[in-house]
């Protein structure tokens, strides 16, 4: 079997027999890769730590025909204990993470890949307010799929903004003519903490307010699912923690 090396994120594992596990791994240069991690579960395994979920590490793999098997660990960033110990970062880094492996099911992508460590790191060291950084890496992961919103001028026509009317199917805010019947309208200051999130102003996203920041959730949690097509599973549980992001 031929053997590999690359470094990767950890999406999430699951129990295989008495001492193993199968690791979901998002890797930088092969996209997501699952693999047989071998008696990682046995208290005197050498990398059983470096392989929980939020975790990045070096890797190197054997390459099989439906599972690849690590036989090497080696930690790049230890973000993993820092992110469980705080529910609102846990339930935003689970959120990250079921986000990137589908945003990565048919393809690699470095760029996905650095932007979610990043956010990991982020979330880890505590820099923003989870909802903050959740909602801001769903803006720019969908943006690196393809599908980057607009917050400014018409999303359908063009037409220079600013608008207030917010449509998530037609890509962002719209002019009045393009706007449809009952479309909502939303507050300046929300469009302009959407834009900040995308482009990564945090002077501005840190100084706003809960109310400012839960209408903004609401249209990223919209929009990403939108896209995705599917609901995503762990979304539910940041909700009810977003008191506090």
Known sequence: MPVY??????????????????????????????????????????????????????????????????????????YGAQIVSDYASYTAASVMAETAERLTESEPSEQQYLLLVGALRSLARKEHGSGLTLDSYLLRSLSIAGWAPSFNDCSRCGAEGPHRSLVVQLGGVVCADCAPTGSPKLPADTITLLSALLTGDWAYADDTDERQRSRASGVVAAYTQWHLERGLRSLHLVARSEGTS
């Open 5 to 78: 090396r690359d470094e990767g994120v950890v999406l999430r594992t699951q129990k295989l027999g008495e001492a193993d596990r199968i690791v979901t791994v998002l890797t930088k240069q092969r996209g997501k890769v699952r693999a047989v991690a071998k008696g990682v579960r046995r208290t005197a395994s050498k990398f059983g730590s470096r392989l929980e979920p939020f975790m990045v590490a070096d890797l190197q793999l054997y390459e099989g025909r439906s599972l690849d098997t690590i036989v090497q660990a080696e930690s790049l960033g230890a």
